[in-house]
């Protein structure tokens, strides 16, 4: 049997098992990170059957990664095959979910089910009846990105109990703060609040990107994570980035922000960011303090941002009167066409409009 039409993404392809010992505790760690998911460190064998929900990418990886190792663990010689739903017919999935001739494991993944058509759509829900009433040797994940297309599949497929991993985007910056948190711990290290917060400001939103760093400072940190290890290993992208400037001059420190801008250049920072950053912060408390007084959680769905964004807003607006911020919106404005091209000097361009916003929240 062979796999055709590979799902095209950077950690899906087929491939035979590899000669090395998988590190089954790692396979259990991962799983974690998704709710449900149906393998842990007790499962010998894994569900025949398994619904990956969800389009945060780190975690949907790690879901189906978990059920490859579980299968790996119970035959080292399980084949792999990662299908995109979309690019099958029936005929081709039955050959995929068909037993082997020689009793050979087999995983196939299915990515995309959210975009499948009727025809496929029902060729795997009948599959997928047949394989949670026991089909030796084949174990079938399906991959959805959640939401309410393909929703019938999704509920059939639940209904078929199939053992369902939950891997939501993660949006909010509490819940980034907590994935922070488990990534250490699972590391087998210790975190401050204080390094949870400036780890996300140096790193983002990207979880991939924050399982790394974590992982790495735990290790360098020999297991204690502190705000000084974070900036230590971060330096150029924890203290200075556009949004660090942006912050001081919110919030009127005119010599940190300056400090801060001049320090972002030293590093490379690219001018157009800054000046981005500048423009986010300055509407955003814009949008906010128009918005008169609420519950941040209420105005967060009004404006359509994440409630730790308004909470940090509110803050910033009390410095702020209507006039100043009329002033801010009008220079930030030009600071941005400045640094695309206008400005001869795009540091000065910079500086200059830093003094002018620290000099109008005082308006």
């Known amino acids: 049997m062979s796999c055709i039409r590979l799902w095209s993404s950077p950690y899906v392809s087929r491939y035979r098992?590899?000669?090395?010992?998988?590190?089954?505790?790692?396979?259990?760690?991962?799983a974690a990170r998704c709710k449900d998911g149906g393998v842990n460190s007790l499962t010998v064998t894994p569900p025949p059957l398994h619904l990956v929900l969800g389009e945060e990418e780190l975690l949907v990886e790690r879901a189906v990664q978990a059920v490859v190792d579980a299968a790996r663990r119970a035959d080292p010689q399980t084949e792999v095959c990662r299908m995109?739903?979309?690019?099958?017919?029936?005929?081709?999935?039955?050959?995929?979910?068909?037993?082997?001739?020689f009793a050979q494991g087999r995983v196939v993944v299915l990515g995309a089910a959210h975009e499948a058509g009727k025809d496929i759509a029902d060729a795997v829900l009948n599959h997928a009846r047949h394989l949670s009433e026991g089909a030796e040797g084949v174990v079938l994940v399906v991959m959805h990105a959640g939401g309410g297309r393909g929703k019938a599949l999704v509920d059939a497929l639940r209904a078929a109990g199939a053992a369902v991993s939950e891997?939501?985007?993660?949006?909010?910056?509490?819940?980034?703060?907590?994935?922070?948190?488990?990534?250490?711990?699972?590391?087998?290290?210790?975190?401050?609040?204080?390094?949870?917060?400036?780890?996300?400001?140096?790193?983002?939103?990207?979880?991939?990107?924050?399982?790394?760093?974590?992982a790495q400072l735990t290790t360098d940190s020999g297991g204690s994570v502190d705000e000084a290890a974070v900036r230590r290993y971060h330096r150029g992208r924890a203290e200075v980035t556009g949004f660090s400037v942006a912050e001081k001059v919110m919030t009127g420190d005119r010599a940190g922000a300056l400090e801060m801008l001049r320090r972002a250049m030293q590093l490379g920072v690219p001018h157009v960011l800054v000046a981005d950053a500048l423009a986010d912060a300055v509407r955003t408390v814009a949008r906010v303090s128009a918005s008169g007084r609420a519950d941040p959680y209420r105005l967060a769905s009004t404006l359509g941002m994440p409630p730790w964004k308004v909470k940090k807003a509110m803050a910033q607006a009390r410095g702020w009167e209507r006039d100043?911020?009329?002033?801010?919106?009008?220079?930030?404005?030009?600071v941005n066409a400045d640094v695309k091209g206008v400005a001869a000097d795009a540091d000065y361009a910079l500086e200059r409009a830093v003094l002018a916003l620290c000099a109008a929240r005082r308006r």
């Open 17 to 30: 098992p590899p000669s090395r010992v998988h590190d089954a505790g790692a396979s259990d760690r991962v």
């Open 84 to 101: 995109r739903t979309t690019d099958l017919v029936p005929r081709e999935l039955d050959e995929l979910v068909s037993p082997s001739l």
């Open 167 to 214: 891997c939501a985007r993660v949006t909010r910056f509490e819940d980034r703060a907590s994935f922070v948190r488990d990534e250490v711990h699972r590391a087998g290290g210790r975190i401050s609040a204080g390094a949870v917060t400036a780890l996300l400001d140096a790193v983002g939103s990207d979880l991939r990107e924050l399982a790394s760093a974590a």
């Open 324 to 334: 100043g911020l009329a002033q801010a919106i009008l220079l930030v404005a030009e």
